[in-house]
């Protein structure tokens, strides 16, 4: 969500007749893009801020020749909605900051600090709309479109519902309008984001029966915005995330099934494998219920990738809670996992509860799910061997740049030699030879 958030600003500039500049060093404008879901996080988007100002005004170890040319630094996104004014006493030289749902608010920011002001701060309601969603900057073949904003589901240990706001679905002639223009562009992926996604449209329904007519009888929201994007040209596959339990519903698994765009993967964060912790955690399902969706998913496709998120040393969490999470990855039979420690942040429930599970304990617990999502990772991408994928290309490899990558439809990373001549964004045919954790290699189909 940051990285588009950013591309939107990045566009807005140049619209403005800001010029992109190659890297920091020759940056006369600056701005840091922070995310507050875990301290660390928050930590070094002030701490990058405080080094960035420190170099513009020559103090310091920041102090080098290659920083001469910053004049503005800004801080944008989560952090300042969570620390509001406050984040003055941490930076008092800051020369603007800016909450999530105000970005399309700094290209008039900037004008003002070139003017001479400092110390501006813009914090957006919690329904407040934003502007400059829809701009783009200069496109790849894969591109982020926002089309839910903040969450309602306020989980105990989460402080996204507080620092990005209420839900707010955008209307479909919008993010029709805007994937359509991408394909146009070249644009031949697309990811949905929304903290949870398949929530779109609950909010605020009123107008979908006219924005998002079904012609397949769909009548939930998201299925019908799913079906109207399959349907424009060019526009080759459609990712979303990320998702919760409840909005796995039989319409979502039919539009899978009927529309080829639509990837066969989903992260879908179960958090705890136990239902006593669950229901602490306030995530309105049980382990039961969980487990129900991804057999859902799997019915019609075995192949069907599910990916997760796991917190491990929530307050009061017991061994047993523990080895009821181990089981629960086990029977789901996850593609891949991202494993956290809990922290607790600040205003939410949980941080009055005791954090009384040691860190040690949570470091262990950490280790032990990715050791086991590791031979889980291997068992399923071992079953893919010998099958034809279809991979959109992305590029050379990161670690071997005599090979070529790209990502099947489980979003799954897959390696091969490139033997005929390729060109990025591009699907090709590739039958798996070998199978990894978390990659899987093969050779080109000619």
């Not at 990285?3 to 840091?32: M, T, W």
């Not at 181990?326 to 941080?351: I, W």
């Not at 031979?375 to 050379?396: F, M, S």
């Not at 990161?398 to 790209?406: C, E, I, K, P, V």
Request: charged share 25%.
């Amino acid at each position: 969500m940051n990285v588009r958030d950013s591309e939107a600003v990045e566009a807005l500039l140049v619209a403005a007749g800001h010029e992109k500049v190659a890297n920091e060093a020759e940056a006369e404008l600056v701005i840091v893009n922070s995310c507050t879901v875990r301290d660390m996080a928050e930590r070094k988007a002030v701490g990058k801020c405080g080094n960035l100002i420190a170099a513009k005004e020559g103090r310091g170890k920041a102090r080098r020749p290659a920083n001469a040319a910053v004049k503005i630094v800004g801080l944008m996104g989560c952090a300042v909605k969570r620390m509001g004014a406050e984040v003055f006493k941490h930076l008092p030289n800051l020369d603007f900051a800016v909450g999530p749902r105000r970005f399309g608010a700094i290209p008039r920011l900037v004008e003002r600090c070139l003017a001479g002001e400092k110390g501006i701060l813009e914090l957006p309601d919690d329904d407040e709309v934003p502007t400059g969603m829809e701009a783009h900057g200069v496109t790849s073949f894969q591109s982020y479109v926002t089309v839910l904003l903040g969450c309602d589901n306020r989980c105990s240990y989460c402080i996204v519902p507080d620092v990005r706001g209420h839900e707010y679905s955008r209307p479909a002639r919008e993010v029709v309008a805007e994937v359509r223009a991408l394909a146009a562009r070249g644009v031949k992926e697309v990811c949905l984001l929304g903290q949870s996604v398949l929530r779109y449209g609950v909010r605020n329904p009123a107008w979908l029966p006219d924005d998002l007519p079904s012609l397949g009888g769909y009548t939930e929201a998201f299925p019908r915005l799913l079906e109207a994007l399959s349907a424009i040209e060019g526009l080759e596959r459609i990712r979303f995330t990320s998702a919760h339990p409840k909005g796995c519903t039989d319409e979502l698994v039919r539009a899978y099934a009927e529309f080829p765009k639509v990837c066969r993967h989903l992260h879908l964060p179960v958090q705890s494998g136990s239902d006593r912790v669950l229901k602490e955690m306030g995530r309105r399902y049980t382990r039961a219920e969980y487990l129900a969706a991804v057999a859902k998913l799997r019915a019609f496709d075995p192949e069907f990738a599910v990916t997760t998120d796991v917190i491990v040393g929530y307050p009061g969490e017991t061994e047993a809670d523990f080895e009821a999470t181990r089981s629960l990855m086990e029977e789901a039979g996850f593609d891949n996992a991202f494993v956290f420690k809990y922290s607790p942040r600040p205003g939410t429930r949980s941080a009055a509860l005791p954090d009384d599970v040691p860190t040690a304990e949570k470091e262990r617990r950490d280790q032990v799910l990715l050791a086991d999502q590791q031979v889980r990772g291997q068992a399923r991408n071992a079953r893919l061997v010998g099958t034809v994928r279809e991979v959109l290309v992305e590029g050379p490899s990161l670690r071997n740049a005599a090979r070529w990558s790209g990502r099947d439809g489980g979003n799954r990373i897959v390696v091969f030699e490139p033997k005929v001549p390729l060109v990025v964004g591009t699907s090709v045919m590739v039958r798996i030879a070998e199978a990894h954790p978390q990659i899987l290699i093969g050779e080109i189909v000619v």
